[in-house]
């Protein structure tokens, strides 16, 4: 429930009907709008028109953006309008890089994000478990061992041994994943389940966390996570549709009116084809698809880039990870980490099989959009991305992508712009890994290149913004506080040097975000003919006081000139 200083706007919605009879009938030559937004701050993110006080949608477009006198000629018997009263509407939020169905799947298992301790966890374990079948699996998502306090113990690394968690799960399989998805945890059931002892080897691209004596303590990096399938083999499935349905319950209430879906197979597009064609899908959806490349060839003559009901569902690209995350230790440096000298990260996906994949999106002229983390992960990628455009005229033009880009080396900076690469960013990992980020690369590394959105921006690079949902909560707001900010819970500024202004982090979550997609003729910036996908809120986060953006709230979320939320 919002404050009630919200409330008169939802007096207004329920009455709007009857209010839109009083207004005064249609200019003439002006066919009535489907929706009238009028007396407030419209920030359009259009450099020709850049703040207006009204706007109307007709067909799921803008047909006006002008002034209160000027809107009135746009109201019709059965015009919505509604009075902003003063608030502060923007153009839809775009989530830049996130996991749509892991969204809702995170909403079906254990919350473990805000756990302040291992023992924490094993206590929420212990609870679901006196709830659980035998043999039933629990899953959990969001543990993070840097931000436990106090440190467990017994430990390797830094992480947890799996003695606790068995004890309280001896007849249920437990698998546990990590904050940012690129490790695993799981109990003594689980791995023998899943035939995991001393003698199992790593995989290719991962690594099973060992003690002195070579036993798995239970954790699993990266690649090797996935040798716990045969664990969670007999379990019930979520309903994949129930996960889409959530997510999009969650996007519209946090204003996210359009979703990049970092990474999606064949068999979830059939599913977001058909949410589509019923009427179901709430948010408009850009997809990477992550499949082999054998698949790849197959199916992609049959699935050309394409846009489905009216910019519903976008497939935009192909996606593959080359390493993995900073705070599982994974992700791929040029120099050993400061605080596991033995490592420098893992290569998750040998580079010759994304160079097959490059020739792949040429030929279907589809984006190529890399996870990359580590600073010798983000060389690698942009060294693949020069040599695949080398020969192609239009190479600079392809808007390849690469996904994180979080640690650079400072000789790779200006390559984003010189090569025409799109910097898809995430400016709350900033402040949610802040509190490890010197542990794991020291000071200068951390200074030189951890986020350096102010570097890439400054020399000529398209930055755009998101969460990496469910990786953070995929909360804009809480994103463009960290970006115009980099100040972290316990009050410290990150490098405050590489700060965006708030100009620029709108733009990022906005113009920038649909420009990363081929989408900015459609949206990304409120002008007349592009999609009516507006985000109202209870503040303008463009001038309050800092402190003050993470106090604001969404009113109304807006798709297709059509209230898709509305603050109760």
């Known amino acids: 429930m919002l404050a009630t200083s919200l409330v008169?706007?939802?007096?207004?919605?329920?009455?709007?009907a009857a209010a839109s009879r009083q207004d005064a009938p249609s200019a003439a030559g002006a066919v009535p709008a489907d929706l009238v937004l009028r007396g407030g701050k419209i920030v359009t993110v259009d450099d020709a028109n850049p703040e207006v006080r009204a706007l109307a949608a007709r067909g799921g477009r803008i047909v006006f953006l002008g002034g209160d006198a000027g809107v009135a000629a746009y109201v019709g018997a059965d015009t919505r309008v509604v009075d902003l009263a003063g608030r502060l509407a923007l153009p839809g939020f775009i989530e830049g890089h996130g996991h749509f169905l892991g969204i809702g799947d995170a909403r079906l298992q254990l919350d473990l994000m805000h756990a302040?301790?291992?023992?924490?966890?094993?206590?929420?374990?212990?609870?679901?478990v006196k709830e659980a079948r035998p043999g039933e699996l629990i899953r959990g998502r969001g543990w993070h061992q840097d931000k436990w306090k106090p440190a467990p113990e017994p430990q390797v690394e830094g992480l947890p041994v799996h003695d606790a968690l068995s004890a309280v799960s001896p007849d249920n399989p437990v698998v546990l994943t990590h904050a940012s998805g690129h490790a695993s945890f799981a109990n003594a059931k689980a791995m023998a389940m899943a035939g995991i002892d001393a003698r199992t080897a790593d995989p290719p691209g991962g690594q099973i966390?060992?003690?002195?004596?070579?036993e798995a303590i239970g954790a699993f990096r990266e690649t090797a996570a996935r040798l716990l399938s045969?664990?969670?083999?007999?379990?019930t499935p979520p309903s994949p549709r129930r996960q889409a349905e959530l997510a999009i319950e969650e996007l519209l209430s946090k204003g996210v009116t359009s979703f990049q879906d970092a990474g999606s197979s064949f068999r979830d597009l059939e599913l977001f084809e058909a949410m589509v064609a019923d009427g179901s899908m709430g948010v408009r959806l850009w997809v990477l698809l992550r499949e082999a490349n054998s698949r790849?060839?197959?199916?992609?003559?049959?699935?050309?880039?394409?846009?489905?009901?009216?910019?519903?569902?976008?497939?935009?690209?192909i996606k593959h990870g080359i390493d993995g995350a900073l705070g599982s230790h994974g992700a791929w440096l040029l120099a050993p980490y400061a605080d596991l000298p033995s490592s420098s990260g893992l290569n998750t996906t040998p580079v010759e099989l994304i160079e097959e994949s490059a020739e792949i999106a040429l030929e279907h002229r589809l984006q190529l959009c890399v996870h990359a983390i580590g600073d010798r992960a983000n060389r690698e990628t942009l060294d693949l991305f020069e040599r695949a455009l080398a020969g192609v005229p239009d190479g600079k033009q392809r808007r390849w992508r690469v996904e994180h880009a979080q640690h650079l080396h400072p000789d790779d900076v200006p390559r984003f712009a010189e090569l025409g690469v799109v910097a898809s960013m995430q400016g709350v990992h900033c402040t949610s890994d802040a509190v490890f980020v010197p542990e794991r690369l020291g000071a200068e590394r951390s200074k030189s290149g951890a986020y350096p959105w102010r570097a890439l921006i400054d020399s000529g690079a398209v930055v755009s913004n998101g969460t990496d949902a469910p990786v953070e909560d995929v909360d804009p707001l809480a994103c463009f506080h960290s970006s115009v900010t980099r100040r972290v819970k316990d009050g410290s500024i990150f490098h405050p040097e590489q700060r965006m202004t708030r100009a620029e982090a709108l733009r990022s979550y906005t113009r920038n975000a649909a420009y990363a997609a081929?989408?900015?003729d459609i949206k990304g910036s409120l002008e007349v003919g592009k999609l009516a996908d507006v985000t109202v809120l209870s503040r303008d986060v463009m001038t309050c006081p800092e402190a003050e953006i993470l106090e604001a709230q969404v009113v109304?979320?807006?798709?297709?000139?059509?209230?898709?939320?509305?603050?109760?």
């Open 8 to 16: 008169p706007l939802a007096l207004v919605l329920a009455g709007a």
């Open 116 to 128: 302040a301790s291992w023992e924490e966890i094993v206590a929420m374990v212990g609870a679901a």
């Open 209 to 214: 966390v060992r003690d002195e004596k070579g």
């Open 230 to 235: 045969r664990a969670m083999a007999d379990a």
């Open 296 to 317: 790849l060839r197959e199916r992609l003559p049959r699935s050309k880039p394409y846009r489905m009901g009216d910019a519903r569902l976008t497939l935009g690209g």
């Open 518 to 520: 081929f989408e900015e």
């Open 556 to 568: 109304l979320t807006i798709v297709g000139g059509e209230v898709a939320y509305a603050a109760e």
